[in-house]
């Protein structure tokens, strides 16, 4: 069991490396594409309408890659002042209930993204002529990334939990 466990283990960092690369690529095209409309403002009191738009396309593909990569990293935003106030056990439920209702939203998402995407593939993107399927495709990474993430999540307090439970019998 453990060889199958360090396997999707391997597996997950390798694919996290991916979208790391990823989502750091649209950053550096975002970041760079606003420091060129900048030294073009500064230099010819103009900007590139072009660079708005790769700039939005790489911010929009960071944006949706980055949550998986927090989701699995714990660097997302939570609230969660009541629920350190629970007991380690009852945070494991929790966990676990609230992953399951976030797999239910990336699912949904996953499944309309996907429709989304498959309908816009007509449709370019006003000055790049970029299909806007590559737009929204980034949603349907982003979130089929999540569910993957979201699904290890819930196995692995499920597990913790199973533990706890063999671990009062004994």
């Known amino acids: 069991m453990s060889g199958m466990v360090n396997f999707l283990k391997k597996l997950a960092d390798a694919v996290d490396k991916i979208m790391y690369a990823i989502g750091s690529a649209g950053l550096i095209v975002c970041a760079g594409m606003c420091g060129a409309n900048i030294l073009m403002w500064w230099l010819f009191g103009r900007r590139i309408a072009v660079c708005d738009e790769i700039s939005l396309f790489g911010l929009v593909w960071t944006t949706y890659i980055g949550?998986?990569?927090?989701?699995?990293?714990?660097?997302?935003?939570t609230?969660?002042?009541?629920?350190?106030?629970?007991?380690a056990k009852a945070r494991t439920v929790l966990r676990i209930i609230t992953d399951i209702a976030i797999?239910?939203?990336?699912?949904?998402?996953v499944y309309y993204s996907w429709k989304l995407a498959l309908k816009s593939f007509t449709k370019r993107l006003v000055l790049t002529k970029i299909p806007y399927f590559f737009?929204?495709?980034?949603?349907?990474?982003?979130?089929?990334?999540?569910?993957?993430?979201?699904?290890?999540?819930?196995?692995?307090n499920i597990h913790k939990l199973i533990y706890w439970n063999k671990e009062a019998i004994e």
């Open 67 to 77: 949550m998986g990569v927090l989701f699995r990293s714990g660097g997302h935003c």
């Open 79 to 87: 609230m969660d002042f009541l629920v350190q106030a629970l007991p």
């Open 103 to 109: 797999l239910a939203i990336s699912l949904l998402t």
């Open 135 to 156: 737009v929204d495709v980034s949603v349907t990474c982003g979130y089929t990334h999540l569910i993957f993430l979201v699904i290890g999540d819930i196995v692995s």
